[in-house]
């Protein structure tokens, strides 16, 4: 297998580096050619253009963003013609379907798509043991799961019509969590002497949080704190001092917290009644505070 990469940003720069250890990365391209360059010295390979990558690369994934595959696979169906028949292409997208690379399977490229359930920091992200959603005709399919499992992922199928409400899950997991841990840092900061201390004065609870995640059977099951406890007047409490513009934020997250402290049995039917009610009726408590 000869694989290319599309795209020099940080998914495509960490699949680069696992092709290269596992010797069958043939090259790596971006949007403009000076980024090409720097990117074939770094790992390696002979610099390229998307048409000759297409041409000498068995199996090509796109990890541009979103917004860019549709025209980058407009751009190689025109300029590749005659050269796609049999290749395989996969974008890496967790929300988009395979209807953005049909331009290259009308020119005979088989498509799919292979989106790794993981936050991206860079080229040494973590693969192994990370789930991948994969979808596509059957050879795409086949290939997205040859290449998961020689990365060590776990490959799952996510067909088309679900990709939006999958990526959705994903984002409660990844973008949600760190805009909840922003408004943390924001009200800490008055006290610990800016932001910077206030993230380090959190992240012992952040990492605490996310230990008992890794141990618990589901994530509801690791939930602790006042709503866990059924502590209605500190609820109360928070609802009265906390700024305007994050209590729409604190009430959802509280609610559903409310649902998980009831599945759980830490809190009884009247007590999650009397914390739904103040959750969504905030605005009682402010007033009379």
Request: hydrophobic share 45%; with cysteine.
């Amino acid at each position: 297998m000869k694989a290319g990469i599309i795209g020099g940003g940080r998914v495509g720069c960490c699949l680069a580096q696992y092709f290269q250890q596992l010797g069958i990365l043939q090259g790596i391209t971006a949007g403009h050619a000076a980024k090409s360059e720097l990117l074939a010295e770094r790992f390696g390979t002979e610099i390229m253009t998307n048409e000759r990558l297409a041409r000498e690369a068995d199996i090509l994934f796109i990890t541009v963003p979103d917004r860019m595959i549709l025209p980058v696979a407009q751009d190689m169906a025109a300029a590749g013609a005659g050269v796609l028949c049999g290749k395989v292409f996969l974008h890496c997208s967790g929300s988009l379907g395979t209807e953005v690379l049909q331009p290259l399977q009308e020119q005979g490229a088989f498509i799919g798509s292979c989106h790794p359930l993981q936050s991206f920091a860079g080229a040494a992200t973590e693969l192994r043991g990370v789930y991948m959603a994969v979808d596509g005709d059957e050879a795409a399919v086949a290939a997205a799961e040859k290449v998961a499992a020689m990365l060590g992922g776990v490959p799952f199928r996510v067909p088309a019509r679900d990709r939006r409400l999958y990526h959705a899950a994903a984002c409660f997991c990844s973008n949600y969590v760190v805009a909840a841990a922003a408004i943390g840092q924001q009200l800490m900061a008055r006290w610990v002497g800016g932001s910077e201390a206030a993230w380090q004065a959190l992240l012992p609870l952040f990492k605490g949080s996310s230990a008992n995640l890794q141990q618990a059977e589901n994530a509801g099951s690791a939930l602790t704190g006042p709503i866990a406890r059924g502590d209605c007047a500190t609820v109360a409490g928070h609802l009265q001092v906390l700024p305007k513009e994050f209590v729409p934020a604190y009430c959802s997250l509280g609610l559903e917290a409310v649902r998980l402290a009831s599945a759980n049995g830490t809190i009884d039917s009247e007590t999650a009644w009397q914390l739904a009610w103040l959750l969504k009726h905030s605005e009682v408590e402010r007033h009379d505070s």
